[in-house]
């Protein structure tokens, strides 16, 4: 199975703020790479995919970046709605494994 | 608006069954691969299964194989995940979600709003 490899594990940062997570996989998924998004109780919801690709409706703020085993996603300017758990997962081969997440709380 | 609406779930005995359900709306349900992930509580998300449109080509995490079936009825454009021989370690939210792709790569979208099954005596 492919390990994904979230860093960090929790983040805390401040409105306003630049915010990087990275994901590694254990081998090679060429662009297979998703990023989510999702606040207690709710849904998982699509933010990149692709590796890149924003979804529509996704804010421009967040972008992804990455192929091959190094990925990352970026928040340009943190908005308050935004502080949440992230999630990467790959589709390259299955199991389609997901990262062990990314909590981001308000400093 | 693409939508799934999920039904189903509740509280059963080690060793019981239950069957959860997905609706489809807003989108071709007939021509999408569809998935189920699940959530144990306070953890990380875990793909369990997923099958193509016509049902011939399925994929189960090894954990639930021979117990878990994933089964679809295009007609009703719904989902279904029947689940047997229930563990204490199946408790979680389950969600299903449609398996879009491109040349460039897979990702899930949407997302049911998920269903909580939990396990215990």
């Known amino acids: 199975d492919i390990q994904m490899t979230q860093s960090p594990s929790s983040l805390s940062a401040s409105v306003g703020d630049r915010v990087t997570v990275t994901c590694r996989a254990s081998?090679?998924?060429?662009?297979?790479l998703s990023w989510y998004q999702q606040k207690p109780g709710k849904a998982p919801k699509l933010l990149i995919y692709a590796a890149s690709g924003l979804r529509s409706g996704v804010a421009s703020r967040f972008s992804g970046s990455g192929s091959g085993t190094d990925f990352s996603l970026t928040i340009s300017s943190l908005q308050p709605e935004d502080f949440a758990t992230y999630y990467c997962?790959?589709?390259?081969?299955?199991?389609?494994?997901f990262g062990q997440g990314t909590k981001l709380e308000i400093k | 608006e693409e939508q799934l609406v999920q039904s189903g779930g509740g509280l059963v005995q080690p060793g019981g069954s239950l069957r959860l359900s997905c609706a489809a709306s807003?989108?071709?349900?007939?021509?999408?691969?569809m998935s189920w992930v699940r959530q144990a509580p306070g953890k990380g998300l875990e793909f369990v299964a997923n099958m193509n449109q016509d049902g011939s080509q399925k994929y189960y995490l090894d954990s639930v194989k021979g117990r878990f079936t994933i089964s679809r009825d295009n007609a009703k454009n719904s989902l279904y995940l029947q689940m047997n021989s229930l563990r204490a370690e199946d408790t979680a939210v389950y969600y299903c979600a449609r398996l879009d792709g491109s040349s460039s790569g897979r990702w899930l979208d949407p997302w049911g709003q998920g269903a909580l099954v939990t396990v215990s005596a």
């Open positions: 081998q090679t998924i060429s662009t297979f």
């Open positions: 997962q790959q589709t390259y081969t299955t199991p389609y494994t």
């Open positions: 807003g989108f071709t349900f007939g021509t999408s691969w």
